[in-house]
């Protein structure tokens, strides 16, 4: 369900007290016996960081919301959003996330990285406050997570890896055959050093002959 936005809400968020007075707002205006129930939102971004939308995805429980990527990423996809925030309340007034919470946002990251929308941050409020994913560092920890993340991908950063690492290990050898060079030729040390880059004690271990 389309959350319909007054004009103050058509805001560049910038951080996520942002984003809560917003959404703290939106939460009021339910009823109180919706308020008793766990709603999940999508908050849909532009390139520029401002609001384009946002969206009731589901209603669950007291304590339980059903949350599926499909229904997350749609209303996003179809605003041409750039990028998206979660967010979803506790009627209970506890903010600390539960062990579903982080894996549902840990499923949320990397599917919005395959569908380049990626999750900028994951509220959880109620009423009078929030706790922010971001703030506690909480989504950089899950971004690393390679629990949802599919094999072919896996693969994909596995070759991505070898490849760069392969790279840096061709530079340094190169590196070393021109300070090779350089040293049968008398050059002074600090000046392999600064054509190089290589540090002086692996400059003298080289061997010229």
Known sequence: MNIKLTESQKIKVLCSDDIYSIMQRVLMRENKIDRDREHLWTISLDNA?????????????INQTLVEPMEVFSIPLQKRAVK??????HPSGEIKP???DKD?????IQVGKIMNVPVLDHLIITEKTFFSF??????????LSTKYVPAYELQ????KVAKE?????????????IARSLKRKGIDIEVIVETTGLTKSVIARLKTD
Request: charge should be negative; glycine fraction near 8%; aromatic fraction near 2%.
């Open 98 to 100: 539960s062990e579903e």
């Open 49 to 61: 960081s401002r609001v384009l939308n946002i969206e009731l995805v589901s209603m669950g429980t």
């Open 165 to 177: 690492e392969g790279e840096e290990k061709g530079k340094k050898e190169r590196s070393k055959e």
């Open 84 to 89: 998206i925030i979660v967010i979803h309340n």
């Open 104 to 108: 549902i946002t840990d499923r949320l």
């Open 156 to 159: 994909k950063r596995y070759e």
């Open 134 to 143: 971001v703030d506690s560092g909480l989504l950089a920890e899950l971004a």
